[in-house]
């Protein structure tokens, strides 16, 4: 087994995990970055919209930010272990000992500080996800799969949720031609504007209070049931939101759960800091309103700053 030893742990390769391991790097430390997945640059490399809100990068897409952080990043020597399996985070008398396998090898890291900056993922039942891995031309999961350009005039849409994501994205459909059934669990919860605009385009239909269930794929067209009703599309897309990636790291480390809130977000407070000591988080997986791009950059450096004080006694 190999075994290291370092100051900061940082669990995540989003933006916020990203930038917080620039500012280490800049400030003389030496941080390692675990990633679960195979890349880098969590939810960005699924936004392919052209954007105009990140200061400096008018028209750029989500993927193109993306691609500019990892030049950066690269350009500093940084120590990122992709496809990591964190099996055991354990309680140190100053630290943590973090245990997890990449490409079947095991790995010990002994750290003075954890940074947990996890992020979000869709929000998705469980009978969805599979389907969508059995039938990927069929089941769309959340924002991120759903490319504009590949949908065709005539197509039909089944749009799982009710927020501003479905509404938008069943808007910029219907102006594409396509036919779009929304079906929201309960009343619809996406600004006025999104609905009224829905509710004008005669491509679109509002289900509310829908129940539905008992997919099935056949001749590439999704069958299911809407409260007791026969209903069919050619593409469904699930739109219910996103969650806190915690609940794995909460198996691993129970002793997380007393900085988690009750919707699964970390707590944390100014500095970032969670309410067990040594632990930050960062970006979309802390409690904080309006989750967005610029405000993960800005938490990561914010923790890496605070971190650097406390090493030196000196955060108060
Ligand atoms: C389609 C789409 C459109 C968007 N549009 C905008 C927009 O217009 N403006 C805007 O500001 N923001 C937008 N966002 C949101 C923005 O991308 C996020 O706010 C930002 O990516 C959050 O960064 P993060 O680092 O906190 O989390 P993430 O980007 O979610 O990164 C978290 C990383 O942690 C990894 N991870 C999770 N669990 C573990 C674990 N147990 N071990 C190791 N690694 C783990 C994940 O694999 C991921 O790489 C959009 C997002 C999407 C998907």
Same mark, same amino acid.
Request: glycine share 8%; proline share 4%; aromatic share 8%.
């Given at each position: 087994?190999?075994?290291?030893?370092?100051?900061? $742990?940082?669990?995540?390769?989003? &933006?916020?995990?990203?930038?917080?391991?620039?500012?280490?790097?800049?400030?003389?430390?030496?941080?390692?970055? $675990?990633?679960?997945?195979?890349?880098?640059?969590?939810?960005?490399?699924?936004?392919?919209?052209?954007? /105009?809100?990140?200061? *400096?990068? &008018?028209?750029?897409?989500?993927?193109? +930010?993306?691609?500019?952080?990892?030049?950066? %990043?690269?350009?500093?020597?940084?120590? +990122?272990?992709?496809?990591?399996?964190?099996?055991?985070?354990?309680?140190?008398?100053?630290?943590?000992? @973090?245990?997890?396998?990449?490409?079947?090898?095991?790995?010990?890291?002994?750290?003075?500080?954890?940074?947990?900056?996890?992020?979000?993922? &869709?929000?998705?039942?469980?009978? !969805?996800?599979?389907?969508?891995?059995?039938?990927?031309?069929?089941?769309?999961?959340?924002?991120?799969?759903?490319?504009? /350009?590949?949908?065709?005039?005539?197509?039909?849409?089944?749009? !799982?949720?009710?927020?501003?994501?479905?509404?938008?994205?069943?808007?910029?459909?219907?102006?594409?031609?396509?036919?779009?059934? +929304?079906?929201?669990?309960?009343?619809?919860?996406?600004? /006025?504007?999104?609905?009224?605009?829905?509710?004008?385009?005669?491509?679109?239909?509002?289900?509310?209070?829908?129940?539905?269930?008992?997919?099935? @794929?056949?001749?590439?067209?999704?069958?299911?049931?809407?409260?007791?009703?026969?209903?069919?599309?050619? @593409?469904?897309?699930?739109?219910? *939101?996103?969650?806190?990636?915690?609940?794995?790291?909460?198996? +691993?480390? &129970?002793?997380?759960?007393?900085?988690?809130?009750?919707?699964?977000? %970390?707590?944390?407070?100014?500095?970032?800091?969670?309410?067990?000591?040594?632990?930050?988080?960062?970006?979309?997986?802390?409690?904080?309103? $309006?989750?967005?791009?610029?405000?993960?950059?800005?938490?990561?450096?914010?923790?890496?700053?605070?971190?650097?004080? /406390?090493?030196?006694?000196?955060?108060?």
């Amino acid at each position: 087994m190999r075994k290291l030893k370092i100051s900061v $742990l940082i669990i995540g390769a989003g &933006p916020a995990g990203l930038s917080c391991a620039l500012w280490l790097v800049n400030q003389g430390y030496k941080p390692v970055v $675990l990633e679960r997945a195979s890349h880098l640059c969590g939810m960005l490399r699924f936004n392919h919209h052209e954007n /105009d809100w990140l200061l *400096g990068f &008018p028209g750029y897409t989500g993927q193109a +930010i993306g691609a500019k952080f990892l030049e950066h %990043i690269q350009s500093k020597n940084l120590d +990122i272990i992709t496809s990591a399996l964190l099996t055991s985070i354990t309680q140190r008398e100053h630290g943590f000992l @973090v245990s997890f396998t990449e490409s079947g090898r095991q790995i010990q890291i002994e750290s003075d500080y954890l940074v947990i900056a996890s992020g979000m993922r &869709p929000r998705t039942p469980v009978e !969805l996800i599979k389907l969508s891995t059995q039938y990927p031309q069929n089941f769309l999961v959340g924002a991120g799969e759903l490319y504009l /350009d590949d949908f065709k005039v005539g197509q039909r849409v089944a749009l !799982l949720g009710g927020g501003d994501n479905a509404f938008e994205n069943a808007f910029h459909l219907a102006l594409r031609g396509v036919f779009v059934d +929304i079906y929201c669990r309960a009343e619809a919860r996406a600004r /006025d504007e999104w609905q009224a605009r829905c509710k004008e385009n005669p491509n679109i239909s509002i289900h509310l209070h829908a129940n539905i269930g008992q997919f099935s @794929v056949s001749e590439k067209e999704v069958n299911f049931v809407e409260n007791g009703e026969l209903r069919l599309a050619d @593409v469904v897309v699930v739109m219910y *939101g996103y969650e806190p990636n915690t609940d794995a790291l909460r198996k +691993i480390s &129970p002793w997380l759960d007393t900085a988690i809130n009750e919707k699964g977000f %970390i707590k944390v407070n100014v500095y970032q800091q969670a309410p067990i000591e040594r632990v930050y988080a960062i970006g979309d997986v802390t409690d904080r309103p $309006l989750p967005c791009l610029p405000s993960a950059i800005g938490q990561g450096s914010l923790a890496a700053k605070a971190i650097v004080l /406390d090493a030196e006694g000196m955060l108060q």
